[in-house]
C-alpha cells in the first residue's frame, strides 16, 4: 500500500481545513487507517483512526469535537476534516495504515505517507 497525504496549508485560527491520504493498492478497502502529527521538537502524536469498514472512529482527547475522520472506499481516501483550528494544531500531518489496528501506536501501523504540512495563524 502507497500512500499520499494532501491538503495542508496555512489558515487563520477558527477556520477549517480537509487533508487526504489517497492509496493505492486493491486491498486498501480491508485496512485500518491513522493520522498522526509532529510538530517541531515534538514526537510524533496520535490525532485519530478509522476502521476499515469506516463504522468505527477514535480520536484524541486534543481534537475530538473539532476533527472528524471519514473514509471514501471507491476512492480509496481518507478524509479527516478539521475544524476550529489552533495554532496548536500547527504541525505536519501523516496518514498511515495497518491492518487490525487504528489505536494510538505509531509504531503498530505498516504504512505511511509522507506528510503534508499544516500551519495555523493566531
Known amino acids: 500500500v502507497q500512500l499520499q497525504a494532501s491538503g495542508g496549508g496555512l489558515v487563520q485560527a477558527g477556520g477549517s481545513l480537509r487533508l487526504s491520504c489517497s492509496a493505492s493498492?486493491?486491498?486498501?478497502?480491508?485496512?485500518?487507517m491513522g493520522w498522526f502529527r509532529q510538530a517541531p521538537a515534538k514526537e510524533r502524536a496520535f490525532v485519530a483512526g478509522?476502521?476499515?469498514?469506516?463504522?468505527?472512529?477514535v480520536y484524541a482527547s486534543s481534537v475530538k469535537g473539532r476533527f472528524t475522520i471519514s473514509r471514501d472506499g471507491a476512492k480509496n481516501t481518507v478524509y479527516p476534516q478539521m475544524n476550529m483550528l489552533k495554532p496548536e494544531d500547527t504541525a505536519i500531518y501523516y496518514c498511515?495504515?495497518?491492518?487490525?489496528?487504528?489505536?494510538?501506536?505509531?509504531?503498530?501501523?505498516?504504512?505511511w505517507g509522507q506528510g503534508t504540512q499544516v500551519t495555523v495563524s493566531s
Open positions: 498511515a495504515a495497518n491492518s487490525g489496528y487504528y489505536g494510538v501506536d505509531p509504531m503498530r501501523y505498516d504504512y
Open positions: 493498492g486493491r486491498t486498501f478497502s480491508s485496512y485500518d
Open positions: 478509522i476502521s476499515w469498514s469506516g463504522s468505527s472512529t
